[in-house]
């Protein structure tokens, strides 16, 4: 064997000494990350408790005016649903809008 061939045939089995190291700190640092992002979102109640006892249905908007919609024209509105009771939200029926026309 010359001596280029020893000097590539060493700097291969260096290389190949740390890559199981850099595999391990990688695994590492991604169960590390993925805890850190697991552990920072809380894990409770989105809004503050304003009834006690039962649960409540909190609307962001109670009216919404969108002027005058021609008929047959699609309009759309959202709107940020929130459980301010206690207790957990359970519909009974299923929910509906009722749409009621302005004078």
Do not use: H
């Not at 199981?20 to 700190?25: A, R, S, Y």
């Not at 169960?31 to 006892?53: H, Q, W």
């Not at 969108?66 to 929130?82: A, C, M, P, R």
């Amino acid at each position: 064997m010359n001596q280029s061939n020893k000097r590539s045939s060493k700097r291969k089995a260096g290389k190949n000494k740390f890559l199981p190291m850099l595999i391990g700190l990688g695994g590492i640092l991604l169960v590390g990350l993925a805890f850190f992002a697991l552990s920072g979102k809380p894990s409770g109640r989105a809004a503050d408790i304003e009834v006690t006892g039962s649960s409540s249905l909190k609307v962001d908007k109670e009216k919404v005016d969108l002027g005058d919609v021609k008929l047959g024209q699609w309009v759309e509105v959202s709107f940020q649903l929130t459980n301010v009771g206690e207790q957990q939200l359970r519909f009974t029926e299923k929910p509906y809008v009722e749409v009621v026309e302005g004078c």
